[in-house]
């Protein structure tokens, strides 16, 4: 298989926004999202820095070869969040310590992907946040080919290029980038109703009753 690259453009997500953003936890904008576009619960974050928030750069790789993704590390704009999708092999590790520094060292937002990473404790040292389905020491092969900027599949979810990518201690979240602004606006809201919520608890009234679930019966 060739090296592919699909030519794309879209909405780029202001800083200020992106900042803002950083403020939403991955279960408020899975929350507001119908509970839903959050990556399956085998993609974990694998370093100390669990802190995403960036748009997505696509990685489709031919499985057990990383080649595309180092063509990506070199090339993504600084804050990207690169996303992978390996067919969820964790046989051979896609990723390890030169990429992290080389990512690290450029700016990039962080690293999902569906498969599995190694050279780990480099990893936690140089503070990327890394979130992976596994980790192994065996490494990949090179030189069959990968694509590039492509709607792929990782951690359950459909990931196209410019979509917002939040990560966690929670986990990943994807915010399609057609829906960021009304997503937003509803986390934001969220956020608020939460405060409520908690005000209302420090004054003793029992959480299910704010919710309105209704005393159980007994049985006979």
């Not at 690169?82 to 067919?87: I, M, P, T």
Request: net charge neutral; with cysteine; charged share 25%.
């Amino acid at each position: 298989m060739a090296y592919l690259r699909a030519r794309v453009s879209f909405r780029r997500i202001s800083d200020e926004r992106i900042a803002a953003w950083r403020k939403i936890q991955t279960a408020t904008a899975s929350d507001v999202m119908n509970r839903g576009q959050a990556m399956i619960a085998a993609i974990k974050p694998v370093t100390t820095n669990t802190s995403i928030c960036g748009q997505a750069r696509t990685i489709q790789c031919i499985l057990a070869d990383n080649s595309i993704m180092h063509y990506a590390s070199s090339t993504a704009e600084r804050g990207e969040v690169l996303v992978a999708d390996s067919g969820g092999i964790t046989d051979a590790a896609l990723w390890g310590g030169v990429t992290t520094l080389e990512a690290f060292k450029r700016g990039l937002g962080g690293l999902v992907v569906d498969g599995a990473v190694r050279d780990i404790r480099e990893s936690k040292d140089i503070g990327f946040p890394i979130f992976a389905r596994g980790i192994v020491p065996r490494g990949p092969h090179k030189a069959f080919g990968g694509k590039l900027d492509v709607a792929i599949a990782c951690g359950g979810l459909s990931v196209k290029p410019g979509d917002l990518i939040l990560g966690d201690d929670d986990g990943v979240v994807v915010v399609p980038l057609e829906q960021e602004e009304e997503v937003f606006a509803r986390a934001v809201n969220h956020r608020k109703s939460e405060a409520y919520w908690f005000g209302v608890l420090d004054s003793g009234t029992p959480f299910y009753k704010i919710l309105n679930i209704p005393e159980p019966e007994f049985m006979d």
